[in-house]
């Protein structure tokens, strides 16, 4: 699996950004997919995360802001990020979870940061 994010830049607070993750693999749909984040000098946090049936869920302090979501037609993975904050400033990543398919299995896969910066 390869992962490509982009959609990353600098926006005012409130503002709004859509990160984006182009998965390779045919088994996307099969896969937990991620996104996470990591601030200057901070620990990489997980931010939100989607399951293969559909099911999402969010760090406390994204919820209600922003939505994870993927198009299997497109295998892309979104993050819609709405009323952005200084403190969200950071690099995101985005991750494909570890699978077993068809007896096959499938290492976690790390796309390249796309750097989001939000100005007070």
């Known amino acids: 699996v390869q992962l490509q994010a982009s959609g990353g830049g600098l926006v005012q607070a409130g503002g709004s950004l859509r990160l984006s993750c182009a998965a390779s693999?045919?088994?996307?749909?099969?896969?937990?997919m991620n996104w996470y984040r990591q601030a200057r000098e901070r620990p990489r946090e997980l931010v939100a995360t989607?399951?293969?049936?559909?099911?999402?869920s969010y760090l406390d302090s994204v919820k209600g802001r922003f939505t994870i979501s993927r198009d299997i037609a497109k295998n892309t993975l979104y993050l819609q990020m709405n009323n952005l904050k200084p403190e969200d400033t950071a690099d995101y990543y985005c991750?494909?979870?570890?699978?077993?398919?068809?007896?096959?299995?499938?290492?976690?896969?790390w796309g390249q940061g796309t750097q989001v910066t939000v100005s007070s």
């Open positions: 989607i399951s293969s049936g559909g099911s999402s």
């Open positions: 693999a045919s088994i996307f749909a099969l896969q937990t």
């Open positions: 991750n494909a979870d570890r699978a077993l398919v068809g007896g096959r299995y499938y290492p976690s896969q």
